[in-house]
T-cell receptor, first 115, second 116 residues
Framework: DAGVTQSPTHLIKTRGQQVTLRCSPK?????VSWYQQALGQGPQFIFQ???????QRGNFPDRFSGHQFPNYSSELNVNALLLGDSALYLC??????????????FGPGTRLTVL | KQEVTQIPAALSVPEGENLVLNCSFT??????LQWFRQDPGKGLTSLLL?????REQTSGRLNASLDKSSGRSTLYIAASQPGDSATYLC???????????????FGRGTQLTVWP
């Protein structure tokens, strides 16, 4: 049973560029959440997708957008990259409202470096 | 807004010691609490999940307790080993089954080093 997978593993971009990160949830999971983790900090919630819609959003600007596909996989897009966007981006999947335990399973992350 | 604090920020101990990592949260209306392990530059591995109605959970050498009313959780690691070296993160999710279900609020973590 494959866990949560993310691609790419590492990414280097320059300021002003755009980036797309991808996530496939754990088998059977229908909810995907994205988190940003700066060096030395705890992960910060970006947004969550369920049934192909954004259900809730953290305190991130509109430059951060996402999408969920019918197979429950998800993309995170960041436009007009800033140096401060350099971080580890984590994807988590869960059973959403069907999961009593609401246990979140995380992928290995994508390390984004903005130069 | 939920805020999660972890103490200590870093801990360095010799192999074999029993350890206590602390987590506190400001809003006691939580749905559950998870403890994660994170190796440098890697993703998060779920260690234990405690539902709000539970008092503790155990897995091997790990034991986590939850006192929801006081906003505290403790992760106890017995007989620590060098392989336990990692950052340990505590996260809580809201009790609101509406828009906030599934969102996790994290602490900054406790960086643990166990030396031989």
């Amino acid at each position: 049973d494959a866990g949560v997978t993310q691609s790419p593993t590492h990414l280097i971009k320059t300021r002003g560029q755009q980036v797309t990160l991808r996530c496939s949830p754990k088998s059977g999971h229908d909810t995907v959440s994205w988190y940003q983790q700066a060096l030395g900090q705890g992960p910060q919630f970006i947004f969550q997708y369920y049934e192909e819609e954004e259900r809730q959003r953290g305190n991130f600007p509109d430059r951060f957008s996402g999408h969920q596909f019918p197979n429950y996989s998800s993309e995170l897009n960041v436009n007009a990259l800033l140096l401060g966007d350099s971080a580890l981006y984590l994807c988590a999947s869960s059973l959403g409202d069907r999961g009593r335990r609401n246990e979140q399973f995380f992928g290995p992350g994508t390390r984004l470096t903005v130069l | 807004k939920q805020e999660v604090t972890q103490i200590p920020a870093a801990l360095s101990v010799p192999e074999g010691e029993n350890l206590v990592l602390n987590c506190s949260f400001t809003d006691s209306a939580i749905y559950n609490l998870q403890w994660f392990r994170q190796d440098p530059g890697k993703g998060l591995t779920s260690l234990l999940l405690i539902q709000s109605s539970q008092r503790e959970q155990t897995s091997g050498r790990l034991n986590a307790s939850l006192d929801k009313s006081s906003g505290r959780s403790t992760l106890y690691i017995a007989a620590s080993q060098p392989g336990d070296s990692a950052t340990y993160l505590c996260a809580v999710s809201s009790a609101d089954r509406g828009s906030t279900l599934g969102r996790l609020y994290f602490g900054r973590g406790t960086q643990l080093t166990v030396w031989p």
